[in-house]
């Protein structure tokens, strides 16, 4: 798992984590009852995490009352989910300037993330404290802008707060996991890796970057022990089946490495991270043209993921196309922005 997989991965969690939280994922009886009973199947679909039916759910719900909030936020928060950031954050703006509910700037705060607007993800989330929202939680957004930012080092002083405020909460160790892994630090990521499932067995996300932090200390077999682990606990996880097939291909079994990734393009066809992935897989067999392939394939799903172009401007300087690698590169930069 390369950089943008993890942060890309914490984002996913962050958004999930709002969603998780959230008193607007109950179902509702006072809308209208056209606009309940779509809203209402919205919330089983978003709760089983068919996302893009829980899109258009919400939306009809919207189509009869437009100024229905709670459909706004969810909708966002599936949108989300499917990588339609600019679509989150639309609906987020709308949901907040009807009610200024904190949980609405918090979920603000990860599509802004998204979309490299760490500043104003940094206003969102001080939006939220001033509306007296949990100190831990505020600290938990935090540190996942400076993460997302490229701020490692503020990144664990946030989570550090978190879990002074709750040593309970387990996304908090696994997030600080992650930005002791982008620093090298794998011993200390491990550590909180395991202190997140200790706390949530069901942490298939701790699983999944305990296993990278294993597998970059060199141990291989352990990371995949922990792969199919979190498999028996979410045999669908995308995650996780991402990862299997990383590890799958840093073990040469490239066979078993594209089935994995094909299974999810063929089911989750907007997501780019199997794209990263299998662009990874080639560039490490030297297949330069294929891994171009896969990374502007990346590319097309997400324009804002740095790491795609990054590793296709590498792929294009093996190829000894300068002018292409030069251009991506000064993408990559721009989306990064790495000044907070």
Do not use: W
């Not at 954050?89 to 300037?97: P, R, Y």
């Not at 028996?232 to 040469?252: F, H, M, S, V």
């Amino acid at each position: 798992m390369n950089k943008t997989t993890l942060l890309s991965a914490a984002l996913l969690i962050s958004a999930q984590c709002v969603f998780a939280q959230s008193e607007d994922k109950t179902l509702v009886v006072v809308a209208g009852q056209e606009s309940a009973l779509a809203y209402n199947q919205g919330i089983k679909d978003h709760n089983n995490k068919n996302f893009a039916v829980a899109n258009d759910n919400y939306t009809k719900a919207l189509q009869t009352n437009q100024q229905f909030y709670q459909a706004l936020y969810n909708r966002g928060l599936a949108e989300l989910s499917q990588n339609k950031n600019g679509d989150a954050q639309n609906d987020f703006n709308q949901a907040v300037s009807l009610n200024e509910n904190p949980r609405y700037y918090l979920a603000r705060s990860v599509s802004n993330a998204r979309l490299r607007n760490f500043k104003e993800a940094l206003q969102d989330i001080d939006k939220a404290q001033n509306l007296g929202y949990d100190n831990a939680e505020i600290s938990y957004f935090r540190g996942m802008v400076y993460l997302l930012a490229g701020n490692y080092a503020e990144a664990e002083k946030q989570y550090n707060f978190a879990v002074s405020a709750n040593n309970r909460l387990a996304k908090a160790y696994c997030d600080r996991g992650t930005a002791h892994y982008l620093r090298g630090n794998y011993k200390a990521a491990i550590d909180d890796y395991n202190t997140a499932i200790e706390i949530d067995h069901s942490a298939t996300y701790a699983y999944v970057f305990r296993a990278q932090a294993k597998a970059e200390s060199g141990n291989l077999t352990a990371a995949i022990a922990d792969i199919n682990s979190a498999l028996e606990i979410n045999p669908d996880d995308y995650d996780l089946i991402n990862t299997r097939g990383q590890l799958q291909a840093k073990n040469k079994k490239y066979d078993k490495a594209a089935a994995d990734f094909d299974a999810l393009i063929e089911k989750y066809p907007d997501e780019p991270s199997a794209y990263i992935s299998y662009g990874n897989m080639y560039f490490d067999r030297q297949q330069f043209e294929k891994a171009k392939e896969y990374f502007t394939k990346a590319i097309e799903k997400d324009p804002y993921n740095y790491i795609a172009y990054n590793n296709r401007a590498n792929a294009s300087e093996m190829l000894f196309e300068t002018k292409n690698a030069d251009s991506d590169r000064k993408k990559a930069e721009s989306f990064l922005n790495p000044k907070l």
